[in-house]
């Protein structure tokens, strides 16, 4: 099993405030990773970082095995921010043509084959929107335009998912759908890398979880971190795991 993320004693700061302090984390590919920690802990910029969005201002950080200052293959990495989601976005496209840009980086921008075409059926059919294809993806709401996120994800071929608290103004039942298909997707083999304030579901959905608050609190699998007292020391007094037993 090889990583997919590779964090070697990283640090950055915004000017002086220090975001990520001596932060080193692996993560394997197939891996299910839930990064958490309390508000301005630095959870984005890490995600960020590992992107390669974000150069770090000390340490080491490798993508699929290369440096990530250095790695080109884009189409590996389907990401999710929390804006994507909450706000909307503006683009006049529909569903189906936000999906098919996932294909752009194996087919050029020109005519797509009839294997390619088959490829975006297939993704749109895997996050279930195939009848919202010809919807304007601006006029999807917050659960079904995440789903159009993924499945441009999915298009594209991406062997990591990178979701920055993909829920936010998602109703309860498409949030549990949406759980449910992350679950599915990871099982086929998709690295899932998550940003999730609610605590209770990263540790039911989660195989490993990274707490953070500058600096890296616990990194390993969800029972070791249920088990320990990271939480508290991350949080203080107010962290607790509450289980949603989807």
């Not at 884009?74 to 569903?95: D, H, L, N, W």
């Not at 390619?116 to 749109?124: H, P, S, T």
Request: charged share 25%; net charge negative; with cysteine.
């Amino acid at each position: 099993m090889s990583a997919v993320v590779d964090i070697q004693n990283v640090s950055f700061a915004y000017g002086e405030s220090v975001a990520v302090r001596d932060v080193s984390l692996t993560i394997d590919e197939g891996d299910f990773l839930g990064l958490i920690g309390p508000n301005g802990s630095g959870k984005t910029t890490l995600l960020h970082l590992m992107l390669g969005l974000h150069s770090p201002d000390s340490g080491s950080i490798e993508l699929f095995g290369d440096p990530v200052d250095e790695f080109e293959a884009g189409e590996r990495i389907g990401y999710v921010s929390q804006q994507a989601t909450s706000r909307g976005g503006t683009m006049p496209v529909t569903v189906r043509e936000a999906v098919t840009m996932g294909r752009f980086a194996h087919a050029g921008f020109g005519r797509l084959s009839d294997a390619d075409e088959k490829i975006v059926d297939d993704a749109l059919e895997t996050v279930d929107i195939s009848d919202l294809e010809t919807r304007r993806v601006n006029q999807l709401s917050g659960g079904q335009r995440q789903r159009a996120y993924i499945a441009r994800a999915l298009a594209s071929e991406a062997d990591l998912l990178a979701l920055d608290e993909p829920t936010v103004g998602v109703d309860a039942e498409s949030r549990d759908e949406f759980y449910q298909l992350l679950d599915s997707l990871n099982d086929s083999g998709i690295t899932i890398v998550l940003i999730e304030h609610d605590i209770g579901v990263v540790t039911d959905r989660a195989d490993h979880i990274a707490c953070i608050n500058q600096e890296l609190y616990h990194h390993g699998d969800t029972e070791s971190f249920v088990e320990s007292d990271a939480l508290a020391a991350a949080y203080g007094s107010t962290g607790q795991v509450v289980h949603h037993h989807h």
